[in-house]
């Protein structure tokens, strides 16, 4: 099993550009998240997904979009990418809402200029 | 109010030490857990150990162990013998099953430092 992948591992963007970023995961996972980590920060929830069709906010959504057509993928859309959004991303999935263990891709560095 | 908090922005422990990392959290859901995640310089998270709340017993695995009390809603985490590899950032997390839809709340970290 790859567990769960993520693309690019590192991208500069111009301030009003769009982008997604690519999260996979093959271990048939029905819960997905997408996390930014700021310098000297914890994660902080941006969507989530508890399967396919079914998307939801977490703490920090603004300027965030999903969507969740299969169980193995959910894309992170950057609509217009501002200073703000600089951070590194992770894409997490979990056998189910209770399940004790969320897998972490290996992050995705995004800088915005 | 902050759900999950860190108060050691950084800890110093001199090799095969133990040391503690706490974390306290601020929760109303009667069923929860928690997690501790090791990130190192690399930048992966790493799941080191998980609690549910209704565990009676601390839960182990390997050289870490979770000191959970329930009344006080701490967590702290337990490295035993410390080792030069364990130098990296440490993150408590909390999910709420009831209440929050399992959505994952992070604090905001200890920085451990293992001395030679």
């Known amino acids: 099993n790859a567990g769960v992948t993520q693309t690019p591992k590192f991208q500069v963007l111009k301030t009003g550009q769009s982008m997604t970023l690519q999260c996979a995961q093959d271990?048939?996972?029905?819960?997905m998240s997408w996390y930014r980590q700021d310098p000297g920060m914890g994660l902080r929830l941006i969507h989530y997904s508890v399967g396919a069709g079914i998307t939801d906010q977490g703490e920090v959504p603004n300027g965030y979009n999903v969507s969740r057509s299969t169980t193995e993928d959910f894309p992170l859309r950057l609509l217009s990418a501002a200073p703000s959004q600089t951070s590194v991303y992770f894409c997490?999935?979990?056998?189910?809402?209770?399940?004790?263990?969320?897998?972490f891709g290996p992050g995705t560095r995004l800088t915005v200029t | 109010a902050q759900k999950i908090t860190q108060t050691q922005p950084g800890m110093f422990v001199q090799e095969k030490e133990a040391v503690t990392l706490d974390c306290t959290y601020d929760t109303s859901d009667q069923s929860y857990g928690l997690f501790w995640y090791k990130q190192p310089s690399s930048g992966e998270m790493i799941f080191l150990i998980y609690q549910g709340s209704y565990d009676e017993q601390n839960a182990t695995e390997g050289r870490y162990s979770l000191n959970f009390q329930k009344a006080r809603k701490s967590a702290n985490l337990v490295i035993s013998a410390s080792q030069l590899g364990d130098s990296a950032m440490y993150f408590c997390a909390m999910r709420e099953y009831n209440t929050n839809a399992g959505k994952s709340t992070f604090g905001d970290g200890t920085t451990l430092t293992v001395k030679p």
């Open positions: 271990m048939n996972h029905e819960y």
């Open positions: 997490a999935s979990s056998e189910g809402l209770a399940a004790y263990e969320q897998y």
